[in-house]
């Protein structure tokens, strides 16, 4: 579909419009239409999406400067609680540990069991993996990049480098380049399944060390991956 050509024909001239997409990276070339309704039209648009192609470069170099970011977590712990109607002081382990499992994903509390609701995170996990990432990076190497975000989750909050990623390779008999691995890391972060956590006190030279830490910014993946290792 045209996305320029369908949403001219629907303007009626001479009032604001308020254009909402949703999944917007979806729609190929989308950023030069944006651009050309920002410029030619009186309107304000929201964009939605689920990946980094939002905060690509190529958006950026469309739009810098002219639109404002938000990045939609999951919900909290603290949200949880406000859910299920239960003070945050008067939470039991049990749903801590239910958050640690399967985290904050709105669309899961609408599910009546845990079969259910492993299903659905298995099926989002697999479409984050295989469409956000490996079909629009061309990845041929799918089980490494599963297994480095498999590494990444399990060491979550630590502190590691691509050296000690590639002594995880090689404990399980796996060669992998270490320009592979930084490559996958940037694919992995821009996907939003995980986050690099920088400390404030680098300086200078420090910034070049490749000494990270990694936030999973997602804990229903946690969970998952856990099951997945206690299935095998």
């Not at 009626?12 to 944006?34: H, M, P, R, S, T």
């Not at 999406?49 to 469309?62: C, D, F, M, V, W």
């Not at 590639?166 to 060669?175: A, I």
Request: charged share 30%.
């Amino acid at each position: 579909m045209d996305l320029h050509r369908y949403v001219k024909e629907k303007v009626i001239e001479g009032k604001k419009k308020y254009l909402f997409f949703d999944e917007i990276q979806n729609v190929e070339n989308f950023e030069k239409a944006i651009n050309s309704f920002r410029a030619t039209l009186n309107c304000s648009i929201f964009l939605t999406g689920s990946n980094g192609k939002l905060l690509s470069g190529e958006l950026a170099t469309h739009l810098s400067g002219r639109y404002v970011s938000f990045r939609i977590m999951p919900f909290s712990f603290k949200e949880l609680c406000k859910i299920k109607d239960i003070d945050i002081d008067d939470a039991t382990d049990k749903e801590f540990m239910e958050y640690l499992n399967y985290g904050g994903m709105p669309q899961r509390f609408l599910m009546q069991s845990e079969s259910e609701i492993k299903v659905y995170l298995r099926d989002l996990y697999n479409s984050i993996v295989l469409r956000d990432i490996v079909q629009r990076s061309k990845i041929k190497e799918v089980d490494i990049l599963n297994r480095i975000i498999e590494y990444m989750v399990m060491s979550t909050s630590q502190t590691f480098s691509a050296k000690s990623i590639l002594k995880y390779f090689e404990s399980v008999n796996r060669k992998v380049s270490t320009e592979t691995i930084y490559t996958y890391l940037e694919y992995i972060t821009s996907s939003l399944i995980l986050n690099k956590a920088v400390r404030y006190d680098i300086r200078g030279k420090k910034f070049l060390q490749d000494q990270i830490n990694i936030i999973c910014l997602i804990w229903d993946y946690q969970g998952l991956i856990i099951l997945d290792l206690k299935l095998r």
